[in-house]
């Protein structure tokens, strides 16, 4: 079958079952008309994960809805900044934009210790920040994390 056709279909499912009570028209409106806009290629790269999995399209489901009610619940200056990043496809490219990648065990030890370095980061002036490998990895010769046996379940840091 087409992927265009199937992300099609696949999106109507989705929207017909999706629970957008308790958020606001705007903010619903808002979500629809991206999720309209990005589907596809979500779809596509999602499907090609996680295809032959036999709860695939319920985790889609429950993605869709995380997405949303996370937009929902950002506040308005995130908001903000969300459109005007949209409107600046290349904002991370931008001279004023400081990046850094980091092993999560080696520079905050777990999730919950590396999100309280957060503060340390921005007064480093770091705007943005790429946590290597998360995926459990194949047992045996490393390759550093990039390879991936276990897309559902992220490196049991502790």
């Known amino acids: 079958m087409n992927d265009s056709l199937e ?3 696949t999106l109507t499912r989705i929207l017909a079952n999706l629970n957008l009570k308790g958020i606001k028209a705007a903010d619903k409106a808002i979500f629809e008309d991206r999720l309209h806009t990005h589907f596809e290629k979500l779809f596509t790269r999602y499907h090609e994960v996680y295809e032959g999995q036999y709860d695939c399209y319920y985790h889609l489901q429950y993605l869709v809805t995380k997405l949303a009610s996370s937009h929902a619940s950002r506040s308005r200056a995130l908001k903000n900044q969300d459109t005007k990043k949209l409107n600046d496809p290349n904002w991370y490219s931008r001279n004023n934009m400081l ?52 897309y559902r379940q992220t490196i049991p840091y502790s």
């Open 99 to 150: 990046g850094m990648a980091c092993y999560v065990n080696l520079f905050g030890g777990d999730f919950t210790r590396l999100e309280k370095r957060i503060p340390y980061l921005k007064s480093k002036g770091i705007n943005y920040l790429h946590l290597m490998p998360l995926y459990k990895s194949p047992e045996g010769d490393s390759d550093g994390g990039y390879a991936v046996s276990d």
């Open 7 to 9: 992300s099609k279909r």
